[in-house]
C-alpha cells in the first residue's frame, strides 16, 4: 500500500478535479443556499464514495459491469436522476425573477437534509464512479491483505481529497455572491447549469455500455 500511494493518490486527485456531474450540482447548491448548502452537498457526494469501496470490495461491481442488463438499470437511474435536477434548475431559470443570493441576508435558506441526499444520490448513481473504482482500485491494492480493509482506506484517502477540493469550489462560488445577486445572472446560471446536467444524463443515458 506505501508503495502505491502516490499512484492513488494522483489519479483520485485526477478523478476529482474533472468538472462533471458533482462540479455542478456543488456550483449549482452553493448558489442556492451558500458555503454550507455546497459543503453539505459536498459531504454527501463523497459518502456515496464509501458505497462505491465497498461493492467493489465485494465483487459486485464485476456483477454489474458483466451483466448488460444490471448496468443498463444503474445508468439510466443516474442518468434520469442528472436529467431532474437539470430540468429543476431550468424551471427556475424560466420562473425566477430573484438572485441567487440575498446579499443583505446572512442566513441562506436550505435543507441539509435534501443537501446531502442530492449529493449522495448524484455520486452513488453515476455509473462512471462504478467503473473508476472497479477499474482502478484492484490496481493498488496487496492481494495479502484484506480487500475490504485497503478499498475503505482508499475510499477514506478520496473522500479527504473530494472535501478539500469541493468545499475550496463552493467557496469560490459563495464569494462571488455580489455578481451572483443579480436576478439576471441567477436565471442565467440556473439555465446554463440545467441545460449542462440534462445534458450529462442524456449523454450518460446513450453512452454504449461494454
Known amino acids: 500500500m506505501l508503495l502505491d500511494f502516490w499512484p492513488a493518490l494522483i489519479a483520485l486527485t485526477l478523478l476529482t478535479m474533472t468538472p462533471g456531474a458533482d462540479t455542478l450540482i456543488i456550483m449549482k447548491n452553493t448558489s442556492r443556499g451558500g458555503l454550507v448548502?455546497?459543503?453539505?452537498?459536498s459531504?454527501?457526494?463523497c459518502s456515496g464514495l464509501f458505497i462505491h469501496a465497498l461493492v467493489s470490495a465485494a465483487g459486485i461491481s464485476v456483477i454489474l459491469l458483466q451483466s448488460a442488463t444490471a448496468f443498463s438499470a444503474l445508468k439510466l437511474a443516474g442518468a434520469a436522476y442528472l436529467v431532474w435536477l437539470?430540468?429543476?434548475?431550468?424551471?427556475?431559470?424560466?420562473?425566477s425573477n430573484t438572485a441567487l443570493f440575498?446579499?443583505?441576508?446572512k442566513e441562506h435558506s436550505f435543507s441539509a437534509v435534501k443537501s446531502f441526499q442530492e449529493g449522495f444520490l448524484s455520486n452513488v448513481l453515476n455509473p462512471k464512479t462504478v467503473i473508476f473504482y472497479m477499474?482502478?482500485?484492484?490496481?493498488?491494492?496487496?492481494?495479502?491483505?484484506s480487500a475490504l480493509g485497503q478499498s475503505m482506506a482508499l475510499a477514506t484517502?478520496?473522500?479527504s481529497i473530494a472535501m478539500v477540493w469541493q468545499v475550496s469550489l463552493a467557496l469560490t462560488v459563495n464569494?462571488?455572491?455580489l455578481w451572483l445577486s443579480r436576478p439576471a445572472v441567477n436565471r442565467g446560471f440556473n439555465g446554463v447549469?440545467?441545460?449542462l446536467l440534462v445534458s450529462l444524463g442524456i449523454g450518460l443515458a446513450l453512452q454504449k455500455s461494454h
Not at 448548502?37 to 452537498?41: K, R
Open 86 to 95: 437539470g430540468i429543476g434548475s431550468l424551471r427556475q431559470a424560466f420562473r
Open 102 to 105: 440575498d446579499v443583505q441576508s
Open 175 to 177: 464569494k462571488a455572491r
Open 193 to 195: 447549469t440545467g441545460s
Open 135 to 145: 477499474a482502478f482500485l484492484p490496481q493498488f491494492i496487496n492481494p495479502e491483505g
Open 37 to 41: 448548502d455546497g459543503s453539505i452537498t
Open 43 to 45: 459531504l454527501g457526494i
Open 157 to 159: 484517502l478520496h473522500f
